[in-house]
């Protein structure tokens, strides 16, 4: 990547000079909702300004990035991919697409095998169409459709691409309402609820989600999320540390800004570059290390100019 020169016009953009930046990789625990998360952080830091990347249903647990002060506005930032490890119940639909909601019906089932099951798996792979549960957060007419399910107002809802990249069976236990555990990959809109809904119509069974836990979410793994005790006990010990949005963002490419340039480029003015590669944003630091934000390169009649998206500004 070859190294940029100053452009003297600026375009707005957005500041933010906060001392307490980065994120938590939370695991969450079942029972609770992702909101509920958030002001639980908020409490425990003694922070304001907290948000989440990636909603989970209260019964489902696992990995729920938490963004602290200002890298709540890096959330859209962070990379898509996500992964979960879910148990299905067939047998049983309900009005959530999950053991939380009311049972629909109840049926126990006899005589199927696990090739058929593994068979009909096949057809979640890859792009496919899914119509989001009635209970779930999507907007249709500036409402959300869990709101007009509880009020008695279901509504047409439009099948949306997704992608799944990955959908593996790793256990199954027969008998009357029969269970499989399945590892999943996928793109951001995917319920795994849905997964587990359409499964049980196309084996005619019914079929609802049992049991989720995300193992990965935005390029946050579980291996290295806390628990509410573990973030507790490291609060109480004032040794929790963020990770650094550069961390996080790590998925992002890097430039590099000699000192002269970065302040300029923190002041919100576009700087002209000379990229060798097309990228849709890049991560932005100083000669010296430091992480100053997120830049999206464009053509313009001038040239390849770099423009602020996010600025993060410490004293240069």
């Given at each position: 990547m070859r190294g940029p020169s100053s452009s003297s016009y600026k375009k707005p953009f957005i500041l933010v000079s906060f001392v307490v930046q980065g994120f938590l990789n939370?695991?969450?625990?079942?029972?609770?909702?992702?909101?509920?998360?958030?002001?639980?952080?908020?409490?425990?830091?003694?922070?304001?300004?907290?948000?989440?990347?990636?909603?989970?249903?209260?019964?489902?647990?696992?990995?729920?990035?938490?963004?602290?002060?200002?890298?709540?506005?890096?959330?859209?930032?962070?990379s898509q991919g996500k992964a979960y490890q879910a148990t299905i119940r067939l047998g049983i639909r309900t009005t959530t697409n999950d053991l939380a909601g009311e049972f629909i019906t109840t049926q126990p089932i006899s005589g199927l095998s696990l090739?058929?099951?593994?068979?009909?798996?096949?057809?979640?792979?890859?792009?496919?169409?899914?119509?989001?549960?009635?209970?779930?957060?999507?907007?249709?007419?500036?409402?959300?459709?869990?709101?007009?399910?509880?009020?008695?107002?279901?509504?047409?809802?439009?099948?949306?691409?997704?992608?799944i990249f990955k959908l593996e069976?790793?256990?199954?236990?027969?008998?009357?309402?029969?269970?499989?555990?399945?590892?999943?990959?996928?793109?951001?809109?995917?319920?795994?609820?849905?997964?587990?809904?359409?499964?049980?119509?196309?084996?005619?069974?019914?079929?609802?989600?049992?049991?989720?836990?995300?193992?990965?979410?935005?390029?946050?793994?579980?291996?290295?999320?806390?628990?509410?005790?573990?973030?507790?006990a490291q609060v109480q010990a004032k040794s929790f540390c963020p990770i650094p949005p550069e961390v996080a963002l790590k998925h992002l490419k890097e430039l590099v800004l000699p000192a002269e340039l970065a302040q300029r480029w923190c002041w919100g003015q576009k700087i002209s570059i000379d990229l060798s590669e097309q990228f849709e944003m890049l991560r932005v630091h100083h000669e010296d290390g430091r992480f100053l934000g997120v830049a999206q390169p464009s053509v313009s009649t001038d040239g390849s100019v770099l423009i602020p998206k996010m600025v993060f500004a410490p004293s240069l």
């Open positions: 939370l695991n969450k625990p079942s029972g609770i909702t992702s909101h509920d998360c958030v002001s639980k952080t908020r409490r425990l830091l003694g922070l304001k300004r907290v948000g989440h990347g990636g909603t989970l249903d209260p019964l489902a647990t696992g990995v729920l990035p938490i963004a602290l002060g200002p890298a709540t506005r890096l959330l859209q930032f962070l090739e058929s099951v593994q068979a009909a798996l096949q057809h979640f792979q890859g792009q496919i169409q899914q119509v989001p549960p009635d209970y779930s957060a999507v907007q249709v007419e500036g409402k959300r459709l869990y709101d007009l399910a509880r009020a008695g107002k279901p509504i047409e809802v439009a099948a949306r691409l997704v992608e069976l790793i256990d199954w236990r027969s008998g009357d309402f029969p269970e499989l555990d399945v590892v999943i990959a996928c793109g951001p809109g995917t319920y795994i609820r849905a997964i587990a809904r359409d499964l049980g119509e196309m084996l005619q069974t019914g079929g609802t989600l049992a049991a989720l836990k995300r193992t990965e979410s935005n390029g946050f793994g579980l291996a290295g999320s806390l628990t509410f005790a573990e973030l507790e």
